[in-house]
DNA sequence: AGTGCTTACATAAGCACTGTTACGATGCCG
DNA sequence: CGGCATCGTAACAGTGCTTATGTAAGCACT
């Protein structure tokens, strides 16, 4: 019988809504952007190329730090991005790297993504402003939470304290 | 023009420090869950062995229901999960269906797994306390605020208003 | 019983995404 | 020259889903 089962915890939570809407939400930009219909232009280049409109031509490794990655994986984003026409690579000031730039095709476009960016961001604003509580606020507040103690050592702290763990 | 120093939109965003905000919360779980060496159970587990202690057995199908999938996507995971020895398929009341029941090894482990879930609860509800602005109810206002109206359709609507949009 | 529809499940193949490790090629610099 | 930096690429890892197909059981109707 079920009720003689603990409550499962799972249906009281705060961190699966949470990451719930935040996949809703998700599915909602990339669906603006199949909507968009920008051919071969994948939401994951978005970042990249407003990065390279907005702080011109870098190299592999640069991109790579600007955006949290190693070489390896951006190497391969930008192969990527390449064959779909949307960035060239030409010869550095050194001559072991390149600069990453954009094309033409690319330059047409970065308008609409910066906008779409710029929608998204403004959408956002206006939810926020629906509930008196500033989204912002909440998430600098975790964030420095955060910096104080990890989200992994408060877990594990509450682990500590409970006898069902032991 | 503007195209000679263009703002980067990505620099000022509230969506992607939200999306890395939760990432790393993320990955702060998964590595509780490595530590916790409970051989073979992945996190994505959890979810439904912890449904299944509370709820008592069930089909494959009314799994998928609960969790939102399709049968198909569950038929594996439940595959899955048998194979890691979490789950029993017995004869259910049709023919036709199985239902999914934990193993004693299951049983072993659902205890820690829900203390490994409240325990991340907790952390939230503490984090949540070091901010003047209660995580929950941002969460339930967003939710209500992509009822009246949704996200895509908000994106949408800002985009119709930007001129960069054409 | 036979026919055909529906339900429940299993399985295979494939895709999208993301990343890693390892290795090699090339160029820079001391 | 030797060692380091930069980049390219291949091979692989892995999650988690979808689609398509197959199989078996129930079920309604005749």
Redesign the interface.
Known sequence: ??ED???????????R???L??A???A??A??YA?ARIDGLKPSF??EL??L???GPMTITELAESVGRTHSALSQKVAAMRSAGWVQTIAGDDGRSKKVTLTDKARGV???L???????????????A?????????????????E?K???D??????AE?P??G
């Open positions: 019988m079920a089962h603990p409550l499962d915890p799972t249906q009281q939570s705060l961190w809504p949470l990451r809407l935040q809703s939400m998700d909602d930009i669906r603006i909507e978005a970042m407003l990065r409109h907005a702080a970065v308008g609409r910066a906008a779409e960016w710029r929608a998204t961001e403004a959408a956002l604003t206006d939810i926020e629906e509930s008196p509580y500033p989204l912002s606020r909440v998430v600098s507040d975790i964030e420095r939470a955060l104080r990890s989200f992994r408060r877990i594990a702290e509450k682990l409970d069902a763990w």
